[in-house]
């Protein structure tokens, strides 16, 4: 599984922006993404996630500001950022795996991209 993410960049304060991640490769054996972000000097830390039945699950600082989605049809998970914060500035990461009941195991990871927002 090969993950391809894009649309990062610096955005202002309160701006918005939408991140893409391609997905290919033997994509049958994921049936869960998610986006995680790493700030210098932080853990890498779960920010959204789509489940196999649509169910999301958002970090408590990006509820009511980031929307996870996929279009299957286009093997594409989406992450729209919007009223960014410059805390938010971070390397963003796409992440591919497989759900085991209630447990979710990440195996496959996109390069990131780089998010930053000034104040």
């Known amino acids: 599984v090969q993950l391809q993410a894009s649309g990062g960049g610096l955005v202002q304060a309160g701006g918005s922006l939408r991140l893409s991640c391609v997905v290919s490769?033997?994509?049958?054996?994921?049936?869960?993404m998610g986006w995680f972000r790493q700030a210098p000097g932080e853990q890498r830390e779960l920010v959204a996630e789509?489940?196999?039945?649509?169910?999301?699950n958002y970090v408590g600082s990006v509820k009511g500001r980031f929307t996870i989605s996929r279009d299957n049809a286009k093997n594409t998970v989406y992450l729209e950022m919007n009223r960014l914060k410059p805390e938010d500035t971070a390397v963003y990461y796409c992440?591919?795996?497989?759900?085991?009941?209630?447990?979710?195991?990440?195996?496959?990871w996109g390069q990131g991209t780089q998010v930053t927002v000034s104040s």
């Open positions: 992440g591919a795996g497989r759900s085991f009941g209630k447990t979710v195991t990440y195996d496959h």
């Open positions: 490769g033997s994509i049958f054996s994921i049936n869960v």
């Open positions: 789509i489940l196999p039945d649509n169910s999301t």
